[in-house]
Each structure stands twice: as C-alpha cells, then as structure tokens.
C-alpha cells in the first residue's frame, strides 16, 4: 500500500487576487512547497462554496492552514464591530469561507495555522479585533523587503509552543502587513511581539489544542530550523489528529 494514505490531507483556503485581478485566484507556491515538504497533501477551498460544502470538507481533512501575502485582503471590520477604513481591501467571500472553516476546525479538534492575515481572521473568528491600519512607528511593519529579508525581532512568550519549536525566545522574522491583533480572542493568547509590541503570535489559550496564529512569513524563512519546525510540528499533529479519528470511526463502526 502507498505511504500516501498515511500523509495528512491540509484545507488551504485560497482568495480572488485583489483589488487588480478579482477573477484571479491567488496562492503563493511556497505554501504548497512547504506542505508537501513537511509530508502534507494541501487541499484547495476556494470561495463562494456554502458552509455545508465546506463542512462536508473539513470532515474529510486533517488540518487547516489559513494564508496570507501579497495581495491579500483584509477580513471586514464588521466583524469586530467597526467600519471599514479608506485602506481596507475587503474579500466577503473569503471571510465567510475562513470563518465557517475555522468553526469547522475548532469544532472538530483539528490543528489550525494562520499566516498573516490567516492569523487576523483566526482571531476575529473566534471574537477578537484588529488594528486596521498601523501608523507609521520605530518599526516598519510594511517594509517593502523582499519576503525572505528579516525585517524585526519577534519576542516569545517562554513557555510558548513557539519557544519551545524555536528553542529561542528572540527571533528575527519578515513583515508585511498593515492591520494586527488588536483585542485577542478569549480562546487565544498572545506568545509573541515585535518590539514596538505589535502582536506578532498567538496560541491556544488551552495547551492541548494546536492553534497557532503568526503575523510575519515562515513559509518564506525555512531554510532557517526554528520557522521550519512551525510546519512539521503542525503536519505532525495533524497526522496525530488524523490516526485518531480514524481509530474513533473503526471503533463505533
């Protein structure tokens, strides 16, 4: 029998390339890189599909992966109870998929990972708010660098999933985003900041959950050990996740 049935099957959502090309769906290719590097078979959903559609996936998946980048809109303030911005680039389409996915997944007891703005739509999805726009500080958050360039520090809480995958408490990360976690969502807690104390990391507020959302890019930093470990920690317990539900379903068979 082929090892392929042993490797987790990983949701990534994926949204319209906007504003210029909203007929364009956008992925960047080292997500998918880094997914089946670590041992993982991605899984596109893609907007405009209902919820029970998308439930129906998230029944048949091991993980879910939230990504970000270039291009990338913003989730709808409505969300957390503000109006939108003049900056604010809005995808209706992609929230209501990452929203009813991630209910989904924490539903389920399934590892999640957000990514940018993957990490501020896991956040208003589970009843937390965002900056919309940082203003201009000591540290840039939208440097114009390449995405494999360090562009600040990024501070562990000790103690912290991402510490002990780092085994550091003091990182250098890329950046590239405009909005951040305002008001983390109760089911979260904040584990890591730049060092403006722009939130940068969130976890599970319950250890024995596997919800992590970052604010900067390792898909884009790998070749580096401690950003590499986020993914096959997050394939791992997938695979984990994986092997017990099918054990409950051979059970109650």
Do not use: K
Not at 34 to 52: F, M, N, S, W
Not at 135 to 140: F, K, N, R, Y
């Amino acid at each position: 029998m082929s090892d392929t049935v042993h490797r987790p099957l990983i949701a990534v959502t994926v949204g319209r390339d906007l504003p210029d090309r909203p007929s364009v769906l956008r992925l960047t290719e080292n997500y998918v890189r880094v997914l089946t590097g670590a041992g993982a078979i991605p899984i596109v959903i893609v907007p405009g599909i209902d919820t029970a559609a998308v439930q129906y996936v998230m029944e048949r998946v091991d993980g879910l992966l939230l990504p970000g980048g270039i291009g990338a809109p913003d989730p709808h303030p409505r969300h957390f109870g503000e109006d939108p911005r003049p900056e604010t680039v809005i995808d209706t389409d992609l929230d209501a998929l990452e929203i009813a996915a991630i209910h989904r997944a924490v539903r389920l007891g399934m590892p999640v990972l957000g990514i940018c703005r993957g990490c501020q739509i896991l956040n208003v999805s589970l009843g937390g708010s965002l900056i919309q726009h940082l203003e201009p500080g000591d540290v840039s958050h939208l440097p114009g660098l390449p995405l494999d360039a360090e562009a600040h520090e990024l501070r562990l809480e000790d103690g912290s999933r991402l510490a002990r995958l780092s085994g550091a408490r003091l990182l250098r990360v890329n950046s590239l985003h405009h909005q951040a976690i305002a008001r983390p969502a109760p089911a979260l807690r904040v584990v890591g900041r730049a060092e403006d104390g722009v939130v940068e990391a969130v976890e599970s507020a319950d250890p024995d959950r596997w919800i992590t959302g970052v604010q900067y890019h390792p898909e884009e930093l790998t070749s580096q050990p401690a950003h590499r470990r986020l993914f096959e920690d997050f394939i791992s317990c997938s695979a984990r996740y994986a092997a017990d539900r099918d054990q409950e379903r051979t059970v109650s068979a």
